[in-house]
C-alpha cells in the first residue's frame, strides 16, 4: 500500500505468522503437566528467541516509520508493542501475577491481524445485519432463561441435586439450545421433557437464524463486488458448458 | 411517535431495561438452595423496590395517557399492570399458590416488548414463511414419531428399561433429531444403528430447514427495505474498492 | 376440487384428522410396560371404533365415487384401504405375526397426505435440488465411511473394546459427523482426537450442506409464485414504512 | 464423451460401482473381532475375485486407449492403478507393513469419481467461495484455541484431571463449538459455564457461516445454469398454478 519495503513482504509476513504460530504452541505445551526439566529450559528459550525477534520487528518498524510518534500510537503499534510487553513487565511483576502475564502473550495473535485484508469483508456483513443480530442475541438470551426457569419448575422435585437452581437450568438450557448436549444434565420427567420437546422446537430456529443471517449478507456482498470487478462472467462462462 | 415526554425518552428506557434485568436477577438468585437469612431479606427488599419503581411507572404512565381506560386496556398497559399485579396478589393468596405467582413475576420480560421495535420484522419473515413452517413442523412431528416407533421396535427388546414404551422412544427422537444427544438413550443394536443413521440422513435436514427459510425470508425483508431507503447504495460504494 | 360433497369439508377433514392423532397415541399408549386390564380394555375398544368409522368412511367415498374401479385403485384409495385392513386381518393371522399387524396400524398417517396440499411445494423442491442432494448424500456416507476407517487404526489400539471394528466407528462417525455427538464412544489418543478436529472440519459442512440447497429452492419457488400472484406488491407496501 | 466402447456404458459403471462398494464392505468385515476360519478365507476369495475384475478391467483399458502412455499417466489411469497395485504388494513385503497396505485397497473408493461428473460444480462453489472459507477456517481456529486457553484457566484448578493441559482443553473446544458435545469432557465451575456460554455465542455462527456461503455459492451456480439453459421456464410454469 505505502513505501513497500521489506517489512510488507509476503514472506516476512510468513515468516512473522510461523513465529506466532511457534509461539502459541510453545504457549500450551508448557500447560503440560509432566514436563521435564530440560523441555521447561528448551521452551523458555524458545520464548526469549521469539521476544528478540518480535522486538527488532519492533525497533526495525519503529525506526522506518515516518512518524514515529503516529506509529507507536496506531493500532498495529500498540498491538506490536502488546506482544512483547507482557516477556519485559514479568521481571518487574512479583510471582502471583506472573501466571496472568503469561496469558497475555497471546494477545500476539492480534498481530495476525495486519495481514488479512479481508476481515473486512466479514465486518462488513456484520455491521449489515447488525440489526437482526442484536435482536436474536436477545431474543436467544431470553429464550434460553425462560426455558432455564421452565426446566426448574418441572426437574427441581424430582432431581434436587442435578437442577439445584435456576444456574443450574442456565446451563443446561445453554447446552440444549446450542445442541451441544454434553448429557452431564437432562430432564427426567414427564413433563420436562415435553417442556424440552417445544423449547427446542421454538428455540432451535432462534439460535441458529443469525448464522443464515451472516452467511446471506456475506453472499449479498461478494454478490455485489462480483457484479463490479466483472466476477460474473466467469462464473457464466463456466455456466455454460 | 406520539407525544415525547421524558417516558420515551432513551435513558428512561435503559433504567427500566436495567430494573427488569437486575429484577430477574433477584428471581433467579432466590432459587439458590443454601441462601442465609440476610441474603434472603436482601432480596426481598430488592423485589419491594422493584415493584414500587414500575408501580410509579404505570400510576405516571396511567396519569399522563390522554385516554386512561384505553391505556388500561391497551398491550403496553396489560402487561405494565402484569408485571406488579403478582407482588401484591401475593398478600390475598394462601401460601400454596404462592410459587406459582412468584413465576408470574417473569412477566416482566415482556416490558422488554415496549423498546424493541424491529421485533415487527422478525414477525413479518415469521408470516411470509408460515405455510412452509407449518408444513416443517407437521413433517418433523411425524418423522420423530415414526423414529420413536421404529427404534421402539428395534431396541426394545435388548434394552426394555432404557425403551421401556413409545414415551421414551419419542424423547430419544426428539434428542437424536435435534442433534443434542445427551446420550441418556442410545440404540445398541445393529438394527437401531442402522435405524437412526436412516433417520438422522432424512431427519436432519427436515428439522433444520426451517431456520433456512426465516433466514431467507428475513434477509429478503431487508433487501426489500434497503432498495426503498436507498441503502444499496452506500454497500456498492463499499464493495467498489 | 370436483364435487364438493361433505367429505371435502374442512370440518371433516379435521375430524378425521383428530381420529388419526387419537389412533396414533393409543398406538403410543399400548406399549407402556404396566398397562392394567382395564386401560387393555379401553385401548382394545377405542381402537375398534376408529376403525368402524374409518371403514364407514372408506365405505361412502366407494359409494359416492363416480367410478367405483379407479376409487379402489387410486393412491388415496389404497391408503384408506391400508388404514383398516390390519385391523381386519389380525383375525386371520396367527399370534406371530400380530405384533406386525399392528405396526401397519401407523400406515393411517398417510391419510394425513389427503389434506396437505403444501408438500408439492416441498416436493419440487427436492425436485430441483435432487441433483446436489445426490452427491451430498454420496459424498457424505463416503466421508462417514473413510471417517470410520481413520478413527478405527487410531482408537483400536487404545480401546479395543469400544472400537471393536469398523461397524463400531461407523456408529461413532455418524454421532459425530450428525453432531449429535451421544457420548458413548468417544477417541482419548492425541491422533485419534486430531483425526476428529480435521473430519470435523471438512464433514460438517458435508453434511448441512444440502439443508441449505433445500432451504433455498425453496424460497426460490416461493418467490417465483409471489411474483405470478402478485405477492411481491404486499411485501413492498410493508417495507417502505 | 470420446470413443463409446462398451467400458462407458452406464450398465458397466454400475458393475464397477458395485464391485467397489463390495469390496469396501469386504474391508469391513475383516476387522470384525470374533471371525471364523471360514469366513476368513471367504472374505480372502472376494478380495482375489475384486482384484482379478479389476485388473481385467485396467489390461482392457489400457489395450484400447489409443495413447497407452498417456492413459498409465492420466489421473484415472493411476487411480485404477491404485485399485489393484496395494494387492499384489502385499506379497513383496513383510508382515509389518502389511496392515497399511490393506488400508490403502480403500484407493478404489477413487475410481467412483470417474462415473460423477457433478463433483465439479461442487468443486466450483468451493472455489467461488474459497477465499470467505480459508477465513472462517483460520477465524473458527483462532477462537477454538481461545476457548482452549480460556477454559484450561477456569477449570484446571477445579478439574486438573480433566482440563489437564490446552491440549485437552483444545479437545474439549473443538467437540463444544463443533456442537457434537460427547459429554467426557465440560465445565463445573461457574466461571467456566459462563465463559462456555459467551464463547457458543461468538462461536456457533463462526463455525457453521462456511456451509451457509457453499449452499448460497451451489444454489447461484445452479441459477446460472438454469438460466442458460432455459430450466427457469420449467419452474415458472409450475409457480403459476
Redesign the interface.
Known sequence: MKHQNFLDKPLFAWIITGLIIFS?IC??LE???DLSENSKRLLRYSEIAVVILFTLEYLFRLFTAPDKRKFVFSFYGLVDLLAILPFYLTFAVDLRTLRLMR?LR?LR?LK?ARY?S??H??G?AIY??K??L??F????M?LI??GA?GI??FE?TAQ?DVF????DS??WA???L???????I?PIT?GG?LF??GM??VG??L???????????????????ES?EGFESK??D???R
Open positions: 502459541v504457549f500450551s500447560t503440560l503437566p496469558l497471546l495473535l495476525l488479512n479481508a476481515i469483508r466479514f462488513r449489515i445485519a440489526e437482526e442484536i435482536i442475541t436477545c431474543a436467544s431470553i432463561y425462560l426457569v426448574y419448575y427441581h434436587p439445584r437452581s435456576i444456574f442456565l446451563w445453554v447446552a440444549t446450542t445442541t451441544v448436549g454434553y448429557g452431564d437432562y414427564l421433557r424440552t420437546f427446542l422446537m432451535l430456529g439460535v441458529a437464524v443469525p448464522t443464515g443471517i451472516v452467511a446471506s449478507a456475506l453472499s449479498a456482498i461478494r454478490r455485489q463486488q463490479v462464473i457464466e463456466d455456466g455454460s
